[in-house]
T-cell receptor, first 114, second 113 residues
Framework: AQSVTQLGSHVSVSEGALVLLRCNYSSSVPPYLFWYVQYPNQGLQLLLKYTSAATLVKGINGFEAEFKKSETSFHLTKPSAHMSDAAEYFCAVSVQTGANNLFFGTGTRLTVIP | DGGITQSPKYLFRKEGQNVTLSCEQNLNHDAMYWYRQDPGQGLRLIYYSQIVNDFQKGDIAEGYSVSREKKESFPLTVTSAQKNPTAFYLC????????????FGPGTRLTVT
């Protein structure tokens, strides 16, 4: 079975500081991994995805994530936080099955302090 | 513009009434999904459909029903049997068997009193 754990339901950073949101996955087969962002009262927007190509994945809005198989991690980073980054972030995992369903973490709410 | 439409954005109902949430996509995606979102619980899968006229229960299907009569439409009915229907409901779609990412609609916030 697949699962995702997001460490820290709330993360606060100062504007201009490094953003680090943690995600660890569990999967018995090679996973596909995703980060989504959700602004209040909106749907989820795909930030980036790992699908077994390069382990360092670049996404939109300056975010990137690195797949580390040895650590079963897929942490999301951004060098310099902007006020507009304040949102909730979800990590998700999928594997190659008939359904290809996504399994989501419980989310991390990012607050950016001016 | 291609995308997923959910209507209405906000929906209010009295307890004991069935209510249907709309989800339409013009992306020509094969698979469609319904999720429920509650604070602090992430997204939980209600139902999904990989092809027209076929759908499967997700993790929390009790009290919900769906249909998939057209490729572009996947309506969700919240029945009176659903114990705690108040939530934010998200519809998503996925292109085909070789793709894994899902694309989401803007969501419908349902309040039942």
């Amino acid at each position: 079975a697949q699962s995702v754990t997001q460490l820290g339901s709330h993360v606060s950073v100062s504007e201009g500081a490094l953003v680090l949101l943690r995600c660890n996955y569990s999967s018995s087969v090679p996973p596909y991994l995703f980060w989504y962002v959700q602004y209040p009262n909106q749907g989820l927007q795909l930030l980036l995805k790992y699908t077994s190509a390069a382990t360092l994945v670049k996404g939109i809005n300056g975010f990137e994530a690195e797949f580390k198989k040895s650590e079963t991690s897929f942490h999301l980073t951004k060098p310099s936080a902007h006020m507009s980054d304040a949102a909730e972030y979800f990590c998700a995992v999928s594997v190659q099955t008939g359904a290809n369903n996504l399994f989501f973490g419980t989310g991390t709410r990012l607050t950016v302090i001016p | 513009d291609g995308g997923i439409t959910q209507s209405p954005k906000y929906l209010f109902r009295k307890e004991g009434q069935n209510v249907t949430l709309s989800c339409e996509q013009n992306l020509n995606h094969d698979a469609m999904y319904w999720y429920r979102q509650d604070p602090g619980q992430g997204l939980r899968l209600i139902y999904y459909s990989q092809i027209v006229n076929d759908f499967q229960k997700g993790d929390i299907a009790e009290g919900y029903s769906v249909s998939r009569e057209k490729k572009e439409s996947f309506p969700l009915t919240v029945t009176s049997a659903q114990k705690n229907p108040t939530a934010f409901y998200l519809c998503a779609s996925r292109q085909g068997q070789s793709s894994y990412e899902q694309y989401f609609g803007p969501g419908t916030r349902l309040t039942v009193t």
